[in-house]
């Protein structure tokens, strides 16, 4: 379906939050429990053009917009979903990304490196 390279940038420190609130819809929806935060990444257009037919997930009451997502594999091995809440203070450049586990521990990341995202 498509593979791209993200760099890691810092959030706007909101993810845990938004996790939390969106906790049982991403659980039931993605099939994991999320760890309470978002990865960051920066991409460019072309590859935001590859962010096709997301599996979309409501919002837990009526003042939180639904949320697009879209399954990854992050650098071959540790699996996860993009989510890009339909209000965000982000630009069309950066994506945010759960799963089930840290990513910045997980892989030893910094703002800078590098992460490779398969859409599955």
């Known amino acids: 379906m ?37 990865l960051d990444l920066k991409i460019d257009a072309k590859s935001r053009s590859l962010l096709k037919n997301p599996l979309k997930i409501k919002g837990p009451t009526e003042d939180l917009a639904p949320v697009d997502t879209y399954f990854v594999m992050l650098n071959d091995e540790v699996e996860g979903a993009i ?3 339909e209000k965000t203070a982000h630009d069309k450049t950066t994506i945010e990304i759960v799963s089930p586990v840290n990513l910045r521990e997980h892989f030893g990341l ?5 992460v490779l995202l398969r859409l599955e």
């Open 2 to 38: 498509g593979e791209f390279k993200g760099k890691v940038v810092s959030g706007l420190n909101e993810g845990s939050a938004y996790v939390t609130k969106y906790l049982e819809q991403l659980r039931n929806n993605l099939g994991f429990e999320p760890f309470p935060g978002t």
């Open 83 to 85: 989510v890009v809440p």
């Open 110 to 114: 910094k703002d800078g490196d590098e």
